[in-house]
């Protein structure tokens, strides 16, 4: 049995997280935390007591409840004080959570290494996201003019979403420098292109009623390619989240993507 904290276990994603290491015959819930404290997590999320009770500082449930792992799904302005305090203390991230900057990711990395403390992130846990990055990747070889749509929940924090950003830089690594669109093109409206990375322009959709979607759109003569997945809920996520609390301590360093724990 691994034994798993869950921190920001009261949030949307963190209560799915909390029910599936539950259920999980081969994961073991000895922590959650979040900003308010005191309930039952396994009430919380309709399972029943647990005795875990959701506590509001992650050091002392750390010091407590000695988890080998911390599942993070929390806010892109706390997830990395809250990996660096985990991994000094040996206890292997696996993080969720989107908006981690890429000098946060190097120094986690450093981080990881020095306190032989492996971390694990994914910019999406749903196994059909991650077929969707790989079969995208794929395509750009053949059809390298190409934009990203996402569309997400009115409450998502950053944009563009982890995923979009993850799937241009699969992109990137098979594509030559492009710029989309016309040379030319002018903006009536500021942003009216979306955001820019590596020349690919990723659009991004916020309202209520999606859960986590993304077409990847590819353009040729006469022809478009579109690859579309949807999470339906937030259950689509579980199995990979689950996957990786598993993989998390046989890996070394810092370790980016499902794609690299799936067999
Ligand atoms: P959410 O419902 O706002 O949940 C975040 C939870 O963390 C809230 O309960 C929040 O409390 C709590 N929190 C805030 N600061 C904390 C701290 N210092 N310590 C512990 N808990 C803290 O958000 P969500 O929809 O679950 O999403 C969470 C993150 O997961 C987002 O970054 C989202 O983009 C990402 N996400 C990733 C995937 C993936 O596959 N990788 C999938 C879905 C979502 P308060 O509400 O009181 O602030």
Redesign the pocket.
């Known amino acids: 049995m691994i034994k798993v904290l869950v921190?920001?276990?009261?949030?949307?994603?963190?209560q799915a997280v909390v029910k599936a290491v539950m259920e999980d015959s081969e994961l073991q819930l000895v922590g959650a935390?979040?900003?308010?404290a005191g309930a039952d997590a396994g009430e919380l999320v309709g399972m029943g007591k647990s005795g875990v009770i959701v506590a509001?500082d992650?050091a002392k449930a750390i010091d407590e409840t000695k988890p080998e792992v911390m599942v993070d799904?929390?806010?892109?302005d706390?997830?990395y004080?809250?990996a660096v305090l985990a991994v000094k203390k040996g206890v292997s991230p696996v993080i969720?959570?989107?908006?981690l900057s890429d000098e946060a990711k190097a120094e986690l990395e450093a981080l990881a290494k020095e306190h032989n403390t492996p971390v694990f992130i994914?910019?999406?846990?749903?196994i059909g996201?991650v077929l969707m990055m790989l079969m995208a990747k794929q395509a750009a070889k053949y059809m390298p003019e190409v934009e990203i749509i996402e569309l997400h929940?009115d409450?998502?924090?950053?944009a563009p979403?982890?995923?979009a950003l993850q799937t241009a830089a699969m992109i990137s690594e098979v594509r030559a420098k492009h710029q989309q669109g016309n040379p030319e093109e002018t903006e009536k409206v500021a942003g009216a292109r979306g955001a820019n990375v590596d020349g690919m322009h990723i659009h991004s959709v916020r309202l209520p009623g999606y859960v986590?979607h993304q077409e990847v759109i590819f353009g040729g003569l006469g022809q478009t390619l579109t690859i579309r997945h949807d999470?339906l809920n937030?259950e689509s996520?579980m199995p990979?989240v689950c996957l990786a609390c598993k993989k998390v301590r046989g890996l070394s360093g810092l370790v980016v993507g499902l794609d690299k724990v799936m067999d």
């Open positions: 921190s920001g276990a009261c949030g949307r994603m963190g935390v979040d900003i308010v509001d992650l799904f929390t806010r892109p706390v997830v004080g809250n969720g959570t989107t908006g994914a910019p999406n846990f749903a996201a929940h409450k998502k924090l950053d979403s982890g995923t986590a999470s937030r996520f990979g």
